[in-house]
T-cell receptor, first 111, second 113 residues
Framework: EDQVTQSPEALRLQEGESSSLNCSYT??????LFWYRQDPGKGPEFLFT???AGEEKEKERLKATLTKKESFLHITAPKPEDSATYLC????????????FGTGTRLKVLA | DGGITQSPKYLFRKEGQNVTLSCEQN?????MYWYRQDPGQGLRLIYY???????QKGDIAEGYSVSREKKESFPLTVTSAQKNPTAFYLC????????????FGPGTRLTVT
């Protein structure tokens, strides 16, 4: 069964304290893995797409990496404005355009 | 500005009433999606449409209906048959077959009492 698991569920960091969020996935024929940021009461904001193992993408303090079984979202020297829920999703291959989402990691960065 | 709009932001209904949530996009995207988000759960797919006048059921379609008469619009009706309709509803769109990223609207929070 296709599945996406994110860990930890919640993470508290001091400003400047780097860390990583994990997204483990089981899917038949990965077409793409996606990271989103979601602020409370708002829709998810697209961050990255990763297509194949070994791929990396960066944006400001965020860096996403992908292996055959998991993806990491590395946050370097976070600031309080990075506080949000980070969602991971995968799209399986085989002609379907459906996506499977994880439950997210709630990140709180303290000043 | 290009984007996805959902209205209203908050919606309150009495049990037994049908309600329609609006989703409009001016991104010229082919595909549109409806998700439901509940606390502690991942986004769950209700319906999706890859082209005008065609749509498919997602994983939790029971109690919901949709239409796709125009490329820009994909309204979702929550019927009285939906047992637990109170949730945060998100609409998303995707450019087309060769583009895999979904972009989301701001969401509608529906409360049914």
């Amino acid at each position: 069964e296709d599945q996406v698991t994110q860990s930890p569920e919640a993470l508290r960091l001091q400003e400047g304290e780097s860390s990583s969020l994990n997204c483990s996935y089981t899917v038949s024929g990965l077409r793409g893995l996606f990271w989103y940021r979601q602020d409370p009461g708002k829709g998810p904001e697209f961050l990255f797409t990763l297509y194949s193992a070994g791929e990396e993408k960066e944006k400001e303090r965020l860096k996403a990496t992908l292996t055959k079984k998991e993806s990491f979202l590395h946050i370097t020297a976070p600031k309080p404005e990075d506080s949000a829920t980070y969602l991971c999703a995968v799209q399986r291959g085989g002609g379907t355009y459906k996506y499977i989402f994880g439950t997210g990691t709630r990140l709180k960065v303290l000043a | 500005d290009g984007g996805i709009t959902q209205s209203p932001k908050y919606l309150f209904r009495k049990e037994g009433q049908n309600v329609t949530l609006s989703c409009e996009q001016n991104l010229n995207h082919d595909a549109m999606y409806w998700y439901r988000q509940d606390p502690g759960q991942g986004l769950r797919l209700i319906y999706y449409s890859q082209i005008v006048n065609d749509f498919q059921k997602g994983d939790i379609a029971e109690g919901y209906s949709v239409s796709r008469e125009k490329k820009e619009s994909f309204p979702l009706t929550v019927t009285s048959a939906q047992k637990n309709p109170t949730a945060f509803y998100l609409c998303a769109s995707r450019l087309g077959p060769s583009s895999y990223e979904q972009y989301f609207g701001p969401g509608t929070r529906l409360t049914v009492t």
